[in-house]
């Protein structure tokens, strides 16, 4: 073949496979470390990009930061678990379409030797009270998280403000905060799904588990396309269906059983 029918060819087919081939949409979502460090994130999210439409952008912070992103304008959507700021980021117009559809719950972990005696307590805010008169080391995430604002409520309702020697701020997220307890051989307040994942690696063991005020409930929040014009609002309504959808609950339903031998997290909406 004449080499600039050749290149004419090549040319024409390239043309022809950039026509075809759309360029992907980019959605950002802000979300928690705990549906990262579980894997749960990077399953689904493989899912949502293999029709080849959309690009997903996630990054992983405590639910506080992730919230921020959204005030701001840099996320399209948001995966968190911290229902009174989720109500407020709502209610000031930042999100819409609030959606909670998703729950597992908190678990306090200790040294096996449990000095402070909290094992057979059965509200965390009695667990709680134990750890801080025996000045036994209690490790916090202090980020802002989720898991952050679950704690310091439990703290309140044990009435103590906590502070001193015994109380130690991390400030890193649930992986960085549980090795830190590891190490120290600390309490700490951590959603269970983490713990499992890591649960290999630690020789912290669950003290406290169960009371109710330990349920730990995730939800959806589109951002406000009428606060953030910008923002990818229909990329992120995709995103939105597809995680509210029945094979995604099928999926997060099993998901954590085969690898920790329990499920991690437990779908609480009923697709439509």
């Known amino acids: 073949m004449n080499k600039y029918l050749f290149l004419a060819v090549a040319l024409t087919g390239l043309a022809f496979g950039c026509q075809k081939q759309a360029p992907r949409e980019i959605v950002r979502l802000a979300t928690t470390t ?10 689904l999210n493989e899912t949502f990009e293999r029709d080849g439409k959309y690009t997903l952008q996630a990054i992983a912070v405590g639910s506080g930061q992730a919230m921020q992103l959204g005030r701001t304008g840099e996320a399209d959507i948001l ?21 909670t559809f998703l729950y597992n719950d908190f678990v306090i972990l200790g040294p096996a030797a449990d000095p402070a005696g909290v094992k057979g307590e059965n509200k965390a805010a009695d667990a709680f ?10 490790i916090s995430r202090a980020d802002q998280s989720g898991t952050h604002k679950k704690e310091l409520k439990l703290w309140a309702a044990a ?6 020697a015994f109380y130690l701020e991390a400030g890193q997220g649930m992986a960085g905060t549980l090795s830190i307890a590891e190490e120290k051989k600390a309490y700490v307040l951590a959603d269970r799904s983490t713990y ?3 649960a290999k690696n630690l020789k912290l063991v669950i003290v ?7 349920i730990n409930r995730y939800s959806l929040i589109l951002a406000n396309p009428a606060r953030f014009p910008k923002v990818n609002a229909s990329g992120a309504l995709a995103y939105y269906d597809f995680v509210l959808s029945k094979p995604v609950k099928e999926t997060i ?3 954590g059983v085969e690898k920790y031998g329990q499920q991690l997290f437990f779908y609480d909406y009923e697709p439509k």
């Open 159 to 164: 009435g103590i403000k906590p502070a001193g």
């Open 34 to 43: 705990s549906v990262r460090d579980t894997g749960l994130l990077d399953m």
């Open 129 to 138: 009270k134990k750890i801080a008169a025996a000045g036994a080391q209690f």
């Open 196 to 198: 499992l994942s890591m």
């Open 79 to 99: 995966w968190v678990h911290s229902p009174d700021d989720e109500a407020k980021f709502v209610a000031e117009g930042y999100g819409i379409e609030r959606t």
């Open 253 to 255: 339903e099993k998901f």
């Open 208 to 214: 406290n588990e169960g009371d109710e005020a330990l």
